[in-house]
């Protein structure tokens, strides 16, 4: 029997997956005279597995796919300084882009030092002005992450919450000119049965609303909920 369960956590990890809408993150590596690195390793962790790759020869490398959620990346290189990246945010559906990254030799440095900097996520999107995502690790200090309407609702200076109501109203419109949509499920006007603990990310579409969200003609939240392995890795560590 105990054999069995890690069969199972892992199959069950695999199907969810797979339904799970995917991000990517994408940068360019240079050397100390900023010139392209060629085949410079670049990885990050899933859990307790790496996902890597290599630049090419234009310096660039690309890691997918990748669940949404935060990453830290490590690039390193023969003879050169370890450079590392933390807090990076990826959203489903989405691309990370990081900013360049120069390597510098290790004879001018102890091999022991790690040159880093923190992601910073940008406050608005110049793709798509109209859209906010927002990952669990955002809202996890939140005083009203219990309640996700509420949550929405202060995530968007767009969205109007009716007093003593969970109705939102999407720059202006009416409420019911708005929708949810659950791992690609459209449900009622009326959010409900989503736990706040499941909420792995939910992006908001106040505007330029994207032609599967059918015939919605105020604003759209899209919520996407953790996979079975994130709800383990959460219960192990003793999260709610």
């Known amino acids: 029997m105990n054999k069995l369960i890690p069969l199972l956590l892992a199959a069950l990890f695999g199907a969810s997956a797979m339904a799970q809408q995917l991000g990517e993150i994408q940068g360019t590596v240079l050397d100390e005279q900023g010139q392209p690195l060629f085949l410079a390793n670049v990885v990050t962790e899933r859990g307790e ?4 790759t290599t630049t090419d020869d234009r310096g660039r490398f690309v890691l997918k796919p990748l669940p949404p ?7 390193s290189f023969v003879g050169l300084v370890t450079h590392e990246t933390t807090g990076i945010l990826v959203n489903a559906d989405k ?12 004879i001018t440095l102890p091999t022991v030092n790690i040159v880093g900097r923190r992601w910073e996520k940008p406050l ?3 793709e798509e002005p109209s859209k906010i995502t927002v990952l669990a690790a955002e809202f996890e200090d939140s005083p009203v ?12 200076p767009d969205i109007y919450r009716a007093p003593n109501s969970d109705d939102l109203y999407f720059r202006g419109s009416r409420s019911d000119a708005m929708a949810y ?3 690609g499920v459209k449900v009622a006007a009326r959010l409900s049965g989503v736990p706040p603990s499941s909420i792995a990310s939910f992006t908001i579409y106040t505007g330029g609303l994207p032609a599967r969200y059918g015939d919605v003609t105020g604003g759209a939240v899209a919520i996407e909920t953790k996979s079975y392995f994130d709800l383990y890795m959460q219960a192990q560590a003793g999260l709610r």
Request: glycine fraction near 4%; aromatic fraction near 8%; charge should be positive.
């Open 181 to 183: 949509f659950v791992d």
């Open 145 to 156: 992450r219990k309640n996700p309407v509420a949550l929405i609702a202060s995530s968007s």
């Open 95 to 106: 691309i990370t882009f990081l900013k360049e990254v120069r390597m510098v030799s290790s």
């Open 69 to 75: 959620g935060t990453y830290t990346v490590r690039i």
């Open 124 to 126: 608005i999107d110049p």
């Open 49 to 52: 597995n790496l996902i890597g």
